[in-house]
Each structure stands twice: as C-alpha cells, then as structure tokens.
C-alpha cells in the first residue's frame, strides 16, 4: 500500500510539473506573438471630429435633461449620415480635409523616421484644396537629421498643400528650422521660438591619458579628415578649421529661414537667442499667437480633421552620445 501511496504521488507530481511546463509555454508563446503583432509597422489615422462631438455629448449629457441630450444626439447622427452621404457622391458636396501629424523632436531628430511615411501618406490622398497641421515640439538637434526633417515638410509645398506648423511649447533651433518650412506658423504665447545658431562640441580626453601614460594614435588620410578629436591632442589649425565649418552651418541655416520668411530681418534674429511666442509675433518669427487645440477646434467645425500616426517597429537601443554638430 506505501508503494502505490508513493507512486500515486509521483505520477501527481509529474502530472502538475507537466502541466506547469505546458502552461509556461503556451503563455511565451503568447507574449511572443503579441510582442510581434506591435512591432507591424501600421498607420493608425483618428478623426479628430468624432473625439470633438463625443466630448461635446458626453458633457451634455451630464449637464442637461435627457430629452436636450437625445435632441442633440439626433442632430449629431443626422449630421454624421449627411456628412457620409456627400462623400459618396460625386465629391461636389466634400468638405476640406485637414491632415494632423505631430512631431516630438529628440537631439537625434529620430522622429523623422516616422515623419517621412507619414508625409508620404498624405500626399496619396491630399490635394491642394486640404491643408496639413504639424504640431511640432523640437529643441533641435543634430544638423543631417533636421535638414531631413525641414525637406520632407518641404514636400508638402512642392505638391501645392498648404502647411501649417502648430507650437504649444518649443521650436527652437532645428526645430524652428523645420517650422519656418510652413507657409503659417502658429504659437502659444509662451512658446519658445527662435535659437538660430549652430553648436559644435565634444568633450577631449588627452590630458586624462597622457596622465596615465596612455598613448593615442591617429592616423587620416586629408589634411582635415579629423579636425578635432576626443582622445588625440588638438591644434589651433584643427581649431579654427571646426569654427570655420560651424560657420558655414549657420550661414546656411540664416539662408534657409530667409527664403522661407523673408520679412525676417535675420541678422536681428540669428543671434542664437530665443523668444517667447508673443516677441517672436513682434520678430514675424510666427504668424499668429494660438494654440494648437484652439485651430484644430474651429478647423473641426468646417473641415474634417484626421489625425495621422505611423508606428514603427522597435528597434535596439540607439547610441545616446555622439560627437558633432547641432542646430544649437
């Protein structure tokens, strides 16, 4: 009988480990599944009209009788089939469409990866009756990734679209690199804006290694491959070359913001300082103090608003440090 008891409880335990394994399995299985189902690149869009009236019912709703919110719920689904009827048409009776993408710009201008396809989405449907609303929030950044960010809004001109970059919070530097593309600018009063100047630095170790008796070796070909170095011991020729090319970059940052704004008086404004939204109305830096949520809520009375997003995969972790120069 102590056998069978012993053995009985064996096959149990054998049972509940099997069973713990299957589960374990099947649940990492799932995460694994579900983790790669949010790493499909995917277009979410949203209109924005629908989360207005929404907003709009539920509070009236709350605040009013029962017999005013079912009124205004009829009207609201009235409106809605009548909207659905003229876009079936023959496209006589469509409204304007205004397009949303928001941009949160990072030093590395990282953004822009997702930016691009965006753009490209809009220009398969758009025409030159819509409009496309940036709201852009940006520091600036490195040069390369925000000149590629300024050229993809840029795209939108060039199909005839007009383009108007929304800032509640900062533009500053690349950022307002990529704002001045737009045909209007808006801002909130205390918005910051402007920062037109490039930054050039990275940190020199030299005098740490030659402490510790450690030799670095350079070896270029090009008499300024490498004009300043983090480890290597630099000259005042490499110096004045770096100063020279930060030059260049902000010659050419002054050019770009003068074609794109040219009642700017740039030498006024190019200083590298920053303004907030009502001096930069003053600087013709923006074209009107607003905020986003204000235009995109009138926008939504005559215009269907639609909100665009691009996911992107996941990717590993990105180096964080690298030496260079910025919009600064």
Known sequence: MDFIT???????????????LLALTFGLAL????????????????????????MALALRAAMGPKRAFKQAHRAFKAERK???????????GARKRVFVLRFQGDLRASAVAALR?????????????????????????????????????????????ALTVAVDKVAASGGYL??????????APFAILGAIGVVGQMPNFNRLLKSHDVDYELITAGEYKRTLTMFGENTEKGRAKFREDIEITHALFKDFVR?????????????????YGLQALELKLVDAVRTSDDYLRDASATADVYELTYIRKRRGLERILSPGVWWG
């Open 178 to 187: 990529m704002a001045c593309v737009a045909q209007r600018i808006i801002a």
């Open 6 to 20: 012993d053995y009985g409880l064996f096959v149990a335990k054998l049972a509940t480990l099997l069973v713990f």
């Open 82 to 92: 009548a909207r659905a009827k003229d876009a079936g048409g023959d496209g006589s």
């Open 117 to 161: 396809e965006e753009v490209t989405a809009v220009l398969s449907v758009a025409t030159p009756d819509d409009e496309v609303v940036v709201i852009l929030e940006s520091p600036g950044g490195v040069v390369h990734g925000y000149g590629l960010a300024a050229s993809q809004l840029q795209r939108f001109k060039d199909h005839r679209i």
């Open 259 to 275: 074609t794109h704004r040219p009642d700017v008086d740039i030498e006024r404004v190019s200083t590298g300082e920053h303004w």
């Open 31 to 54: 995460i694994r599944k579900r983790g790669k189902a949010g790493q499909e690149e995917r277009l979410e869009v949203k209109r924005l009209n629908d989360k207005y009236e929404g």
